[in-house]
């Protein structure tokens, strides 16, 4: 009997472990956060079961079968049951369920992308990981329509530019409003001394792209008048990085690579330059001696010096270390982050950049949900220890010019009694400059009552530039006797803002009331001292200020403050009638006492129509619309600080042993707010089973009473003085926008994403422009941005010179300014956008990101080195003219008149040297494996990810100038750069 019912447990055991299939698993969202109220069905035995707070669902399933997982707002999920037994299945939202539930920030307040009235553009978190960069304006390249970023060149610490809808202001800032968690950021150096080879050190250098949670761009009137003045040009939200419910997690984020020129001018070989310059003296009828030609008299002619190979051939290193510990309850919740970044350069020697940083947030919300605050800081320090030259624009020196180094290791500076420019000498010129970025913003909120809250942004920016630079005698040609000097500045900028705010919301049926009212107080403070330093005894004691024998110092001190009172309403009906109302009146320290204060504001209304019942009924299809428009004012007031003032400084020479004053600038406190009115109408479309979401916006912005400094008889003393000029300048465009979830399937997707713009910049109106000094400068009914030159009308096919079309069609060799300058070229680009392609199969993900614009630009295969002197040539040059009856566009090679002065007007000011620009960019390319979850859970983590990234990989374009995106054959393009790395989440 014993053993009957032992054998009877024992099949009950088998047949218990052989049905107990039980599959324990997690559900996720996008972020990784659990995700409860989801349905888990098994598709083939229709066993259901609903996830819990934390995620967590059992179910019996078998190998082999597929659990189906639904829940409201997320596209339907397909599992497939392996051998994994407690899988972690992560859920998407659909594009439809996006537009309700992705908050859009707007500064002040956020809404829905289904609830906006206005225009914004956003770029998230995902998409500037992915991008191997140190500076986050650089991941906005192509990325937002409307929105131009153009890279300064491609050294580490390079400045970045942003325009946002084109050139509102003929001559004054046309910066955007840059706020990174509510505190106003400038993107303008606050350098006051010499620049190194990357230009001015860019303040964005300091910022942490891996701290961004995300970037909205803010365009038209009903998104950027709440901001008034400041929000003229648009605005440019930086969110940071902020705790969130859910575990306590671990990341590590580690990768390094190396970095190339893109695209640089073929230039001559060694023979192809000796024979250009041998050509050169033969049609000058001259013989070239040891002055005019040593290249061809004193130098070894076979010795071949690569000098593009030799100055920017090498490679540029970056290493990026990011670590972040994150987590928190209902209550609290805490993000901490902290990484180190290293880019060198492609020049010759240990030069580069390297920041370090810390970023810290905690937010708190009281038990009973009235009170919540959150606490956000970040610090960074950033050294930066480029040359002072930009040595791109040496690598057109003589193939054959003496080696660097003399034999004994010092700097050439002749060879065989001819002096030759040594660029390896700027590589002894040192520039250090080292950055601290201190930022703090405190948020307060508590609920009054049901509806109504207090809240108080707080924000707090500090930075600090110590630049130091430094000239040694060994640097400076001997034959000069020049000794070493240096140059030393500080400066400092500090700023401050406080906004108190209350926000009232309350609903009545189908309507829903938002109304906020707030007011700004803002100051900006920069302190500065520079000082010129020379008479050293020894190039060793450069670095010593008190060691010079001669200093000389000069300080600059500026201080703005801001205020304003800003209000908002909007009346949502039904969630199908919209409309929004935004006032703000600003008072600006840049202006004379009776012209401080003015007011702006707008008027945003859409109208989602898919929510009517005749749409519902006769376009099923048709899953969202919206039809928005907006008409607001905005103003400008970057005009610089104390411009209304009478101003003195120091004069040089003293006069009976005293220190005299000297007038620099005249008093005028009667100018006043430049305006900026904006009008736009959009479209937004969804279709497809939610998986098209379509955009279409056309704007008009109209600038007036422009800010100018006007030009003034030299009898009075001064050039100028700023004034108001009844000038009107008009932005208009088409904005394109369509994001495609092209392919959803159980183990595959294929988003696409796609972004174009069409933008036109026109000044309508400048009186008396004929006769005006900006005569030479503008043209009604032309851009802005344009170029007046003179027609070139190719080669004399007898003597070998370039000529030109006069005003009056007839050919010439002197054209006369301005008179024959008559053909006009836009620089601004015709259109731009970007197209976006992410596919995922598994744990395998590949995105590929393209970036084009058309344009024309100057072609940097010219510059004003004739083709015959002793400067290497671009290829282009071997179709020059040879003989009478040539038919070329490329002159004789010559060293003298009249061929140098026909050159010089060629390729300075004729349209034979402007070309197609437009290019095509791989921008960005990303391709990653994430382990399978079980993997992962061998050593307890919730992520491990190998990754590839590269930038600028691949360029095509038609221009024959090297890089289309910079077109000055003397800066260093941007980069093409392919990195290795690894994340792990804990």
Not at 62 to 81: I, P, S
Not at 362 to 378: E, H, P, V
Not at 892 to 904: E, I, K, Q, R, V
Request: charged fraction near 15%; glycine fraction near 8%.
């Amino acid at each position: 009997m014993k053993w009957i019912l032992v054998l009877a447990l024992a099949a009950c055991w088998q047949a218990s472990a052989a049905g107990n299939s039980g599959i324990h698993g997690r559900v996720i969202d996008e972020d990784g956060n659990p995700l409860s109220q989801v349905t888990i069905r098994v598709k083939e035995t229709s066993k259901t079961t609903i996830s819990s707070s934390k995620g967590l669902f059992t179910i019996q399933a078998d190998e082999g079968q597929t659990l189906l997982c639904e829940a409201t707002r997320y596209e339907d999920r397909e599992f497939l049951v392996g051998r994994d037994k407690s899988p972690t299945i992560q859920m998407e939202l659909s594009l439809a369920s996006l537009l309700n539930t992705v908050v859009v920030n707007k500064g002040y307040y956020t809404t829905t992308q289904k609830l906006n009235t206005g225009n914004v553009s956003t770029i998230k978190a995902n998409e500037i990981e992915e991008q191997p960069v140190g500076n986050p304006l650089a991941a906005l390249e192509g990325r937002a329509p409307g929105v131009i970023v153009t890279q300064s060149n491609g050294l580490p610490g390079a400045g970045f530019s942003v325009s946002i809808r084109g050139q509102n202001s003929i001559f004054n800032g046309n910066d955007p409003l840059f706020l990174i968690d509510g505190v106003p950021f400038t993107n303008t150096s606050i350098s006051l001394g010499a620049v190194s080879a990357n230009g001015p050190q860019s303040p964005f250098n300091s910022i942490n792209p891996a701290d961004i949670e995300s970037i909205e761009i803010l365009k038209d009137a009903d998104a950027t008048a709440i901001y008034g003045s400041r929000g003229a040009n648009g605005v440019v939200l930086i969110t940071t990085k902020k705790g969130k419910i859910g575990k306590t997690k671990f990341g590590l984020n580690v990768y390094t690579g190396s970095g190339t020129i893109t695209r640089m001018t073929d230039l001559l070989n060694p023979h192809q330059y000796l024979q250009m310059r041998r050509e050169a003296f033969a049609n000058d009828n001259t013989i070239p001696d040891i002055s005019s030609a040593p290249d061809l008299t004193a130098w070894d002619t076979t010795r071949h010096t690569d000098w593009k190979k030799l100055l920017i051939g090498g490679s540029a290193m970056t290493t990026d270390a990011q670590a972040s510990l994150s987590g928190g309850n209902t209550q609290t919740q805490f993000f901490m982050g902290s990484g180190i970044h290293r880019e060198t350069t492609v020049f010759p020697g240990r030069l580069g950049d390297i920041r370090g940083d810390f970023h810290f947030n905690i937010t708190n919300t009281s038990l009973d949900n009235k009170f919540k605050a959150s606490l956000t800081t970040s610090y960074s320090t950033d050294k930066n220890n480029l040359i002072g030259q930009d040595l791109t624009g040496s690598i057109r020196l003589s193939p054959d010019a003496p080696a660097p180094y003399d034999p004994t290791g010092k700097l050439a500076w002749s060879e065989a009694g001819a002096e030759f420019s040594n660029p390896f000498a700027y590589l002894l010129q040192k520039s250090t400059a080292r950055t601290d970025n201190l930022r703090s913003n405190l948020l307060l909120r508590y609920q009054v009552a049901p509806g109504l809250n207090l809240k108080a942004n707080l924000g707090y920016n500090s930075m600090q530039l110590e630049q130091v630079f430094i000239y040694p005698g060994a640097s400076l040609d001997p034959a000069f006797n020049f000794t070493g000097f240096a140059e030393y500045s500080t400066n400092s900028f500090k700023s401050w803002i406080v906004e108190p705010q209350a926000d009232y919301q309350n609903a009545w049926g189908k309507a829903k009331l938002e109304v906020l009212i707030g007011t700004s107080l803002q100051q900006e403070a920069t302190n500065g001292s520079i000082s010129y330093a020379s008479n050293f005894g020894s190039d060793a004691l450069l670095a010593s200020p008190s060691a010079a024998g001669q200093v000389t110092v000069f300080d600059k001190n500026t201080l703005y403050h801001y205020e304003a009172f800003f209000g908002r309403a909007n009346l949502n009906w039904a969630d199908r009638y919209l409309l929004n109302l935004t006032g703000r009146r600003d008072g600006s320290s840049r202006f004379g006492p009776d012209r401080q204060f003015a007011n702006f504001g707008a008027i945003g209304a859409a109208w989602i129509f898919s929510k009517e019942p005749f749409i519902k009924e006769h376009l099923s299809l048709l899953k969202y619309g919206k039809l928005r428009g907006s008409v607001g004012t905005t103003g400008n007031d970057q005009i610089g600080d104390y411009r209304y003032l009478n101003a003195y400084s120091s004069y040089p020479y003293p006069y009976q042993g005293q220190t005299g004053l000297v007038p620099t600038q005249l008093y005028n406190p009667d100018y006043g707010w430049e305006t900026n009115r904006k009008m736009e109408l959009g479209l937004e479309l969804g279709t497809a089973n939610d998986r098209i979401i379509a955009m279409v916006s056309y704007y008009n912005n109209r600038s007036s009473n422009q800010l100018v400094n006007g030009v003034l008889p030299i009898q009075t003393g001064f050039a100028g003085i700023i004034q108001n000029l009844p000038a009107l300048v008009q932005n208009t465009g088409w904005e394109y926008q369509l994001n495609a979830a092209i392919v959803k399937s159980k183990d595959f997707t294929w988003d696409a994403s796609f972004n174009l713009t069409f933008a036109r910049n026109k000044l309508l109106k400048l009186p008396n422009l004929s006769s005006s000094p900006y005569a030479n400068n503008f043209e009604i009914g032309k851009p802005l941005n344009i170029i007046k030159l003179v027609h070139s009308a190719g080669v004399d096919p007898q003597t070998g010179i370039v000529q030109f079309t006069d005003k009056d069609g007839h050919i010439t060799s002197t054209p006369s300014f301005p008179a024959d300058y008559t053909i006009i070229k836009d620089l601004t680009p015709a259109f731009y956008g970007g197209l976006g392609n992410r596919f995922q199969y598994k744990g395998l993900s590949l995105t590929l990101f393209f970036q084009f614009v058309r344009r024309e630009g100057y072609n940097a295969s010219y510059n004003n080195a004739l083709p015959g002197s002793m400067t290497n040539q671009p290829t282009a040059v071997l179709s020059r003219w040879k003989r009478p009856g040539d038919l070329t566009h490329i002159q004789l090679y010559t060293n003298s008149d009249p061929g140098s002065t026909a050159y010089s007007y060629y390729s300075s000011a004729s349209d034979g040297i402007v070309s197609d620009a437009s290019f095509i960019r791989l921008k960005n390319v990303a391709l990653s494996y994430s382990l399978p979850v079980k993997l992962g859970s061998m050593v307890r983590s919730e992520l491990i990810r190998f990754f590839l990234q590269g930038q600028n990989l691949l360029t095509l374009t038609k221009y024959k100038g090297g890089d289309p995106e910079i077109t000055n054959s003397s800066i260093l393009p941007p980069l093409k750069m392919l990195t290795a790395g690894m994340q792990i989440t804990f």
